[in-house]
């Protein structure tokens, strides 16, 4: 029976993830979904233990893609090569989802529309208020085409009174529509702004609207990686691609490179 819709999840030694696997499985089995990880530099002997330790009662698939280094664009684009579900629903190995979310995300990914989700709680501030005058803020882009195409950008929203953030790698699209913008741009390294570059290419290439809905739990740890510098360096790559009128990533390039060097286990949990 063909899957609703294959969540991919990008991984490089993070341990968070028996946590996630562990709660999200049964609201994976309950949606349908076909689970693709991919370890993208990281070490397979764990991946392979953390996975098999997750509580549930049903296959993920694992790929391990040769990488010298964690690349997250690049593992989605491979993931996405090898899924087999007309819909996909990329997930972070260090979150927890609601039951419903998966379908309710499926179900506003269609036409002419993706959908993002829309709230992300740290663990560690679940249920705490703060008080301030203010409920939230929220950061737009505007970007108009000299052809007269246009996309306003939610960039990013922090709530204060219950804090959460908004979440624009959390996204859920039809296969098709990601393959025409090219995937994912595997050229911006590390964290930051490889998830808005999809959004605005899928705003203002294919004229798709974001819908956002729901809310996961992140997983709340320390890390180093994520740096506002890297974040600042994947923005002005991105922009001076907008400007040249490059609209695409990296797909077809990263599927024809790597395709031979995948080596996938099917390990049932």
Request: net charge positive.
């Amino acid at each position: 029976m063909k899957s609703k819709i294959s969540v991919v999840i990008a991984w490089c030694d993070r341990v968070a993830l028996r946590t996630s696997l562990s709660q999200n499985w049964p609201y994976f089995r309950r949606a349908g979904a076909e689970v693709l990880l991919v370890n993208c530099g990281g070490n397979r002997s764990l991946a392979r233990r953390l996975v098999s330790v997750s509580a549930g009662n049903g296959p993920i698939r694992v790929i391990h893609l040769a990488a010298g280094s964690f690349n997250k664009s690049l593992a989605l684009n491979v993931g996405s090569s090898l899924a087999t579900s007309s819909h996909l629903c990329f997930l972070d190995a260090d979150v927890v989802i609601s039951p419903t979310l998966l379908d309710q995300l499926r179900a506003r990914a269609t036409g002419d529309t993706f959908s993002t989700v829309r709230d992300v709680v740290e663990s560690q501030l679940v249920g705490q208020t703060s008080e301030t005058a203010l409920s939230e803020t929220s950061q737009h882009l505007a970007f108009t085409l000299r052809d007269g195409r246009r996309a306003r950008i939610l960039i990013s929203r922090t709530g204060y009174r219950q804090p959460r953030r908004t979440g624009p790698g959390l996204v859920c699209l039809s296969r098709r529509h990601f393959v025409s913008v090219g995937g994912m741009n595997a050229e911006l390294k590390g964290w930051g702004w490889e998830d808005l570059d999809l959004i605005i290419r899928l705003s203002l290439k294919l004229g798709l609207k974001r819908r956002e809905h729901g809310s996961v739990i992140h997983l709340t740890h320390t890390d180093r990686v994520r740096l506002k510098e890297q974040d600042r360096r994947n923005r002005m790559q991105a922009m001076a691609r907008y400007h040249a009128g490059d609209l695409d990533g990296t797909y077809l390039r990263d599927v024809e490179r790597y395709s031979s060097r995948v080596v996938e286990d099917l390990v049932r949990v």
